[in-house]
């Protein structure tokens, strides 16, 4: 992927003062016009290999669009993660913030030479899309049924696993079933992974949480763009996206059983109640007596808990150093820590409008209250940098190389 750089302005210190990076604009507003005080911050950051190419570009349009609301103190460019995986560039010091497209595990934070948190900041979801003319009344599907079409226990329509959940909605007439899977390592599979291997024991112990559709039944397909049109083209065709983009009339979305026993759908009241119930779970925990909200909690809005949860709903994330001081090894400064996070503050409230426009769905106020939370704990030097008391911006100005990773 080319390196997108995009060119800020503003006075970070009044946008700072002023309230309006940390909450979301009204209507029309606009960041305050004072030149800069300071030389240029470089921020860098990395998106995930595995991210589907509707992610990249929004998030190259939430950079120009806090480059419209800020101007020209800081410079942010983002990169395609290099070879040998994602954790590479934020290790290196060659990005300071990762985009991933599914939560890390606690074992990949644990690769970083210092502690690292994430927090959410777009909401979208898995959709398993299929073309089955005879299914007029849509399609409904368990994750046991799923396994089993993906493991190739499942090959026909009429199989009475499939069947039981979709009355009437087809026979033998329906033929064979069709499933195909995205090839190589995406963040969709990922997701698809983990959701079966939580939900199914066959799966767990065959194929297990993974990115590689390495061990799946059905037909190899290049991407978003070819798994909609293998489907579209195929009677009898299954198989999963991950950017919401579906909109070929020949193409279905299936329900999916949450856990409360309802058929969720990968609507807007189906992605807002799993961010919302795996939201509220979190904060409820730290609420406890004892108990404080963890830097990186296990956020993940896949299989949640709430009634009509669609169960394979998705956050892409941002992973950041809590500590942006030692984290960096001395290539950071506070006033590039506060350009970070008025950046990903922006995103979490304001910048959801960008968010809309590329088919992802706006954060619930839950979860853009709980990724402030999570951001208040990143400090600089020991330092709290939402506090206001870092000392301003002295040094060089540059927080990694002149281009993103």
């Known amino acids: 992927m080319a390196v997108v750089t995009v060119v800020l302005a503003g006075s970070l210190g009044s946008a700072w003062s002023n309230g309006w990076l940390r909450s979301t604009p009204s209507s029309g507003s606009v960041a305050p016009s004072s030149p800069c005080t300071e030389p240029p911050v470089l921020l860098h950051g990395s998106l995930s290999l595995l991210l589907d190419p509707r992610s990249n570009v929004t998030f190259e349009n939430l950079t120009s669009g806090f480059g419209n609301k800020t101007g020209h103190c800081a410079t942010l460019g983002l990169g395609a993660s290099p070879a040998g995986g994602d954790l590479v560039s934020l290790r290196s010091g060659a990005a300071d913030f990762l985009v991933l497209g599914s939560a890390p595990t606690r074992a990949e934070l644990a690769q970083l030479p210092d502690p690292a948190l994430y927090l959410p900041e777009v909401l979208g979801a898995v959709e398993v899309i299929y073309h089955l003319p005879t299914a007029k009344g849509g399609l409904n599907l368990t994750p046991s049924?799923?396994?089993?079409?993906?493991?190739?226990?499942?090959?026909?329509?009429?199989?009475?696993?499939?069947?039981?959940?979709?009355?009437?909605?087809?026979?033998?007439?329906?033929?064979?079933?069709?499933?195909?899977?995205?090839?190589?390592?995406?963040?969709?599979?990922?997701?698809?992974?983990?959701?079966?291997?939580?939900?199914?024991?066959?799966?767990?112990?065959?194929?297990?949480?993974?990115?590689?559709?390495?061990?799946?039944?059905?037909?190899?397909?290049?991407?978003?763009?070819?798994?909609?049109?293998?489907?579209?083209?195929?009677?009898?065709?299954?198989?999963?996206?991950?950017?919401?983009?579906?909109?070929?009339?020949?193409?279905?979305?299936?329900?999916?059983?949450?856990r409360a026993g309802d058929w969720a759908s990968p609507n807007s009241t189906g992605l807002t109640n799993a961010a919302i119930a795996v939201g509220g779970a979190i904060l409820n925990a730290s609420a406890l007596p004892g108990r404080s909200l963890a830097p990186g909690p296990d956020l993940t809005a896949a299989n949640a808990s709430g009634s009509w949860s669609y169960p394979l709903t998705t956050f892409d994330y941002v992973v950041l150093y809590q500590d942006l001081g030692p984290g960096h090894g001395g290539g950071f400064n506070d006033s590039a820590a506060l350009w970070l996070l008025s950046f990903l503050l922006w995103m979490a409230n304001g910048g959801q409008t960008v968010v809309a426009g590329f088919g992802f769905l706006p954060l619930p106020g839950l979860i853009s209250a709980l990724t402030v939370s999570i951001l208040e704990k990143v400090t600089y030097d020991g330092k709290n940098v939402l506090s206001g008391n870092l000392g301003g911006g002295e040094g060089s100005g540059e927080g990694g190389n002149e281009t993103g990773g």
Not at 159 to 174: E, H, Q, T
Request: glycine share 12%.
């Open 145 to 258: 049924a799923l396994a089993g079409i993906y493991l190739g226990t499942v090959r026909n329509w009429s199989d009475p696993s499939l069947s039981v959940l979709n009355p009437g909605a087809f026979d033998a007439s329906a033929g064979p079933l069709l499933p195909a899977y995205l090839a190589g390592d995406t963040a969709a599979t990922t997701s698809l992974s983990e959701y079966l291997s939580a939900a199914n024991r066959s799966w767990n112990l065959t194929i297990g949480p993974s990115p590689s559709s390495a061990g799946f039944h059905g037909t190899s397909v290049n991407g978003t763009e070819a798994m909609v049109r293998y489907v579209a083209s195929t009677p009898g065709a299954l198989g999963y996206v991950g950017d919401r983009s579906v909109t070929d009339a020949n193409v279905g979305i299936a329900r999916l059983m949450d």
